[in-house]
């Protein structure tokens, strides 16, 4: 089992430049999350997503867009970044009470 | 919504020595409750749990307890060594079954050999 993968590792973009940032789990978990990580912010959940087809806003939604097309699979879209977007990104799956983290993308945003 | 309070935000501590991060929640009906150990530049690793129907729980040199009607529970790391050194994160597990974990800010804790 691979677990949480991520992509891309690291990336640069430019102000009101658009990507996606790629989560997938191989568990079968049914639920999924995505929080960003800043210093001495601890882990805030942006999205998250109780199965295929159902997504929800976590605490810091604004300027993100999420799907949830497959259970495997929980992309996440910045539409227009913004340097304070500038963040890691860790993307989660839980199964049976106990979630478990991606690698995380280092997003900078010039 | 749950809130989770967690303290110190940092603590140094001899090598050997015993240490103690505190977390307090709000949420009666949470009844999880893991805790996380992130490394620099790493992912955020689940070293321990506890759910609401034990008081206890030990792996090695870690314990976990848990204070129902106060509200709170401790990571306890017995025998400290360096590489212990890390930032540790409790969570509270949701109460109304949406499965979110809502997170402490965290505690960076430092081994000093």
């Known amino acids: 089992n691979a677990g949480v993968t991520q992509t891309p590792k690291f990336q640069v973009l430019k102000t009101g430049q658009s990507m996606t940032l790629q989560c997938a789990q191989d568990?079968?978990?049914?639920?999924m999350s995505w929080y960003r990580q800043d210093p001495g912010m601890g882990l805030r959940l942006i999205h998250y997503?109780?199965?295929?087809?159902?997504?929800d806003q976590g605490e810091v939604p604004n300027g993100y867009n999420v799907s949830r097309s497959t259970t495997e699979d929980f992309p996440l879209r910045l539409l227009s970044a913004a340097p304070s977007q500038t963040s890691v990104y860790f993307c989660?799956?839980?199964?049976?009470?106990?979630?478990?983290f991606g690698p995380g993308t280092r997003l900078t945003v010039l | 919504g749950e809130n989770v309070e967690q303290h110190p935000s940092t603590l140094s501590v001899q090598e050997g020595d015993s240490a103690v991060i505190k977390c307090t929640y709000s949420d009666s009906a949470s009844n999880y409750f893991p805790w996380y150990k992130q490394e620099l530049g790493k992912r955020p690793q689940l070293i321990i749990d506890i759910r609401s129907n034990v008081g206890e729980k030990k792996d090695q040199r870690i314990a976990v307890t848990l204070n129902k009607t106060a509200k709170h529970f401790s990571l306890h790391i017995t025998e400290t060594q360096p590489e212990d050194s890390a930032v540790y994160f409790c969570a509270g597990w949701d109460g109304a079954g949406s499965y979110q974990l809502t997170f402490g800010k965290g505690t960076k804790l430092s081994v000093i050999p």
């Open positions: 989660a799956s839980s199964g049976k009470g106990k979630q478990f």
């Open positions: 997503s109780v199965g295929a087809g159902i997504t």
């Open positions: 568990m079968n978990h049914e639920y």
